[in-house]
Each structure stands twice: as structure tokens, then as C-alpha cells.
T-cell receptor, first 109, second 115 residues
Framework: SQQGEEDPQALSIQEGENATMNCSYK?????LQWYRQNSGRGLVHLIL?????REKHSGRLRVTLDTSKKSSSLLITASRAADTASYFC?????????FGPGTSLSVIP | DAGVIQSPRHEVTEMGQEVTLRCKPI?????LFWYRQTMMRGLELLIY????????DSGMPEDRFSAKMPNASFSTLKIQPSEPRDSAVYFC?????????????FGNGTRLTVT
């Protein structure tokens, strides 16, 4: 996407390890969302963090937002094989929700 | 709630044929979005509706694409005539609050193959 980038493009880890994915964007945002997509399925919303928040938790997920650096990170702790999926950040630009290119995560049992 | 329902799940058609993709959003959601996903371009927003009215269709690739929302529970995306480069997974999504303020709920998509 011209509006945002994600890294790494692909990540392979062992079960139990932590996984960190990063998202950067180019314009000011009101909030940023993270989604997961399992193979052959639609995207599923994970978490929304607002521009006045710096960190948010949901279960094994931890999201940070640094508006000065225009970046966000998603941390999945104690990964499981079921976490294998693609992860996308999404943000609002001119009333459109734009998605980053995604990170493909493989968790090896 | 059954979630966002899309049909068909798979569509294979020949170049030049008309293709119609269907979507039933979650009841009570005021916003409906059509996205296209390809390996090369990722997820692209094609068009979105608010209260059945098209708000932004700037992502529709060309005049061969059209979308309608005749009522709050149904939307269609039509491609006529279809071309091989239209091959992609098309997703419908809905949400209930102002765009960007609430999660998008996605259907499982329609995988379109144009030969």
C-alpha cells in the first residue's frame, strides 16, 4: 500500500515464542486497527487503538502506537500453531479504511 | 448473528461474461464495504455505502464495475464484461459506527477466476 507498510513480510517462529509485527503509515490518523486473516477466510478484527492511546492489551495481544514515529506494533505472546495467519494493520484516511500489505506469520509446532 | 454472508464462494467464468457477487451485511450495520484482494495489490477498497447510499466509489477500477445496495440487507457487485485481470478475492464487510471508529466485519469472500 502506498499509505502504509508492514514488516516483516513473513515471519516464522516456534510455538511458545513471541511474534512482533510492525506497521508504519504516512498521514495523521484517528485510530489504527489490527486484523487477522486465516487462509481462505475473511479478515477478523483483533484490536483498535486510538491516537491518544500508547498501548493496549487483549489477551495475548499487545499493541503499541507511536504517533510521533507514525508506527504501531503488534506483539503476540506465547504463540500457538493456531496463530498461523496473515496480520494486517488498517487506518482511516479521508473516510476510507486502508489496509497495509500484511505480515504472514507461521508458528511451527 | 450469522455474520456477513457472501455468495457465491467461488466463481469461474470466461472473459466477457457478466459476474454478480452478492453480500448480506450484519443486521443493523449502516456501513457496507467492498474490497478486492490480490497478491500484487493487497486489499483495495472499491466502494462503500452508508445507509444504502454509495459514499465513495473512487476505488472502482473502471466502468465495467458497478455496485448497488437496494436495501439495508443486500448489496451486489457486478462486473460486465469480466476480464482475466479481474481475478481476485472479493470481500464484503460491514460496520455499525462512523467509518474507522468501529471494527469491520468481513464475509469469507468470493474467489473469482476469469479465464
Amino acid at each position: 500500500s502506498q499509505q502504509g507498510e508492514e514488516d516483516p513480510q513473513a515471519l516464522s517462529i516456534q510455538e511458545g515464542e513471541n511474534a512482533t509485527m510492525n506497521c508504519s503509515y504516512k498521514t495523521s490518523i484517528n485510530n489504527l486497527q489490527w486484523y487477522r486473516q486465516n487462509s481462505g477466510r475473511g479478515l477478523v478484527h483483533l484490536i483498535l487503538i486510538r491516537s491518544n492511546e500508547r498501548e493496549k492489551h487483549s489477551g495475548r495481544l499487545r499493541v503499541t502506537l507511536d504517533t510521533s514515529k507514525k508506527s504501531s506494533s503488534l506483539l503476540i505472546t506465547a504463540s500457538r500453531a493456531a496463530d498461523t495467519a496473515s496480520y494486517f494493520c488498517a487506518f482511516l484516511i479521508y473516510d476510507k479504511v486502508i489496509f497495509g500489505p500484511g505480515t504472514s506469520l507461521s508458528v511451527i509446532p | 448473528d450469522a455474520g456477513v454472508i457472501q455468495s457465491p464462494r467461488h466463481e469461474v467464468t470466461e472473459m466477457g461474461q457478466e459476474v454478480t457477487l452478492r453480500c448480506k451485511p450484519i443486521s443493523g450495520h449502516d456501513y457496507l464495504f467492498w474490497y478486492r484482494q490480490t497478491m500484487m495489490r493487497g486489499l483495495e477498497l472499491l466502494i462503500y455505502f452508508n445507509n444504502n447510499v454509495p459514499i465513495d466509489d473512487s476505488g472502482m477500477p473502471e466502468d465495467r464495475f458497478s455496485a448497488k445496495m437496494p436495501n439495508a440487507s443486500f448489496s451486489t457487485l457486478k462486473i460486465q464484461p469480466s476480464e482475466p485481470r479481474d481475478s481476485a478475492v472479493y470481500f464484503c464487510a460491514s460496520s455499525d459506527l462512523r467509518v474507522g471508529d468501529s471494527p469491520l466485519h468481513f464475509g469469507n469472500g468470493t474467489r473469482l477466476t476469469v479465464t
